[in-house]
């Protein structure tokens, strides 16, 4: 078994724990010994559990980030995106939702998760080409940690097979966000001594608003 593997199966056993018996009861040293997993390397790969709920966002951010060649709009590769990161967490639904219900009452491991996924965000707003330069640039960036996190509220209380509300509401969330923000695009530097054109909207590209 390599190190993928051993810890994607330790990390369905931890979640399967949580499921169960809550995310505050649930140790790595119970996870790996329910999945047949050496003690000694769940220890050197994960000195607390709370690395393991950075691997779930790690998974996340890696099957939001996969390039499939598809062309799009700002808004529909961020709607592709978040919907991809919400799939790898559906595989782990009600232990991921075991989580969430301990993330109030744990004020460390809610600002852990905080910084993550705003780093996370980050990221998915550098591959869909969204400006976040600047002022306004950081503004997005809070606008977008606000529709994941709407989001994720709505996929925690979704119980449908294919995520219908869940859809909806990031749709919602990312027309909020293009009307109070413009998550607009970047746009290429005119050149020097060159007006941009006036009839470039940097919005019309967006027809658009605590982890785990």
Known sequence: MD??????????????????HGWRRTTVVDAAREAGLSLDTA?????????LLLTLGRLADEAALVEDGSEGSVREK??????????????YREGVRAVLR???????LALLLGGATMESMKW??????????GLAGVVRLQALLGVWTLTLRAWDRDDSQDMGLTM?????????AARFTGLAPVTPQSPAGTAPDAGTDPMVDLPLEPSA
């Open 124 to 133: 998915l707003a550098d591959a869909a080409g969204l400006d976040t330069a």
């Open 43 to 51: 220890r050197k790969r994960f000195g607390c559990k709370t690395m």
């Open 168 to 176: 909806a509401a990031l749709d919602q969330a990312l027309d909020r």
């Open 102 to 108: 301990a993330v109030p009452l744990d004020p460390p």
């Open 3 to 20: 190190n993928d593997q051993f810890d994607a199966t330790l990390l369905r056993s931890a979640l399967e724990r949580a499921a169960l």
């Open 78 to 91: 961020l709607f592709d995106m978040i919907m991809r990161r919400l799939d790898v967490f559906q595989q």
